[in-house]
């Protein structure tokens, strides 16, 4: 598969976002979150995403100059309507809105509407934790419901409705937790199509209940369904995705599951917390770096050469696919070559892959 130098990625995608009518300053925000998600580990959110997004521009379901507004506001809550803005843009609004109540009123949350697809969403939480707050978001996606089996059906009911945490730390990267509240995220199958491989075990079932690892069966006729996070203690997962589909999806006013089959928009809840308003401030960093440490002490178990911190493999992934460089997967490729054209580019003309 070819590996592309990370900049020459962010280069192609300003081209084609601001080519499909986005502006300059909208288009690199969307692509440095696209990229950044590639730097991190996690392709499912990567330059795979650029055909998507474009695609959906080409076709009307995204507007590629809306402008979010701000449609309740009271001093430490907001929501914020997104005008059906590309989702990155929605979600930085809403996150900056929050990190501007809250260092005024301690602690904010606000819900975000209308907006697309907002991409990794630890993305936000961990902006809030490099202002020096402490930040976590809540996503649905609005009605949709059909990817995630709740626990004890083989059907399909809600979305893979992720979560996310961010914690600043005084002199390291902060503690970031970025997960979904099923087994996998619906683009991690997709991944899988694009490169021919198989599932881990445990993560879907088919049209029939039945466990397989074969991510066509999640996107057949009839389809399969991902299953609820937690294996045999699923109902954690399943409750947990409840939970989301209530803080992101009712209480921003996007909606909760209801069987679509073609999401309109995430449903978005942001929150950040002023530390000094609940703590001292160097006893907050004390106590987290002390948390840390003693986690660490634990013995390793077989297979393990060190504990790691929640965001540290990320981190890790970053400076390391920087160096090297991020692999694309041939199908994910040629969607984006595909992309291009109906705007009229021409791919030969870009920066060719590394190696």
């Keep these: 598969m070819p590996t592309f130098n990370p900049q020459d990625l962010r280069e192609i995608g300003y081209r084609l976002f601001q080519t499909a009518g986005c502006r300059e300053e909208d288009s690199r925000a969307v692509v440095d979150h696209i990229v950044e998600s590639n730097l991190f580990g996690h392709p499912s959110h990567g330059v795979m995403r650029y055909a998507e997004y474009l695609r959906a521009l080409r076709e009307g379901r995204f507007k590629p100059r809306a402008t979010p507004k701000i449609v309740s506001d009271h001093p430490c809550t907001a929501v914020v309507d997104a005008n059906g803005a590309l989702g990155q ?41 490099r202002e020096g707050l402490i930040g976590s978001i809540f996503v649905n996606a609005g009605r949709l419901g059909y990817q995630i089996a709740p626990f004890g059906g083989i059907d399909g009911r809600l979305s893979t409705n992720p979560l996310a945490f961010a914690a600043p730390r005084r002199q390291a990267d902060p503690i970031f937790i970025d997960m979904t509240t099923s087994m996998a995220a619906e683009g991690k199958i997709r991944v899988a199509m694009n490169q021919g491989k198989s599932l881990p075990e445990g993560w879907i079932i088919d049209s029939e209940g039945r466990p397989t690892t074969d991510p066509h069966e999640f996107k057949g006729d009839p389809p399969g369904a991902i299953l609820p996070l937690g294996g045999p203690v699923g109902h954690k997962g399943y409750g947990l995705s409840i939970m989301v589909e209530i803080l992101g999806g009712a209480l921003s006013g996007e909606g909760c599951a209801a069987g679509e089959r073609v999401m309109s928009s995430n ?62 997967d041939e199908n994910t490729w040629a969607q984006v070559c595909e992309e291009a054209r109906w705007l009229g580019l021409s791919p030969d003309d870009w920066p060719g892959p590394s190696s």
Excluded: W
């Design 89 to 129: 843009i929605g979600a930085n609004f809403a996150t900056r809105l929050a990190i501007k109540k809250a260092r005024t009123q301690g602690m904010a949350a606000v819900g975000l509407r209308n907006t697309s697809h907002i991409g990794r969403v630890g993305a936000y939480p961990l902006e809030i934790a």
């Design 267 to 328: 449903g978005v809840l942001v929150t950040a917390y002023r530390i000094e308003d609940f703590c001292d401030l160097d006893r907050y960093y004390d106590e987290v770096d002390s948390l840390i440490a003693h986690v660490k002490s634990s013995r390793l178990a077989e297979g393990f050469s060190e504990i790691l911190a929640p965001g540290e493999p990320e981190y890790r992934s970053a400076r390391r696919t920087q160096a090297e460089g991020i692999i694309v």
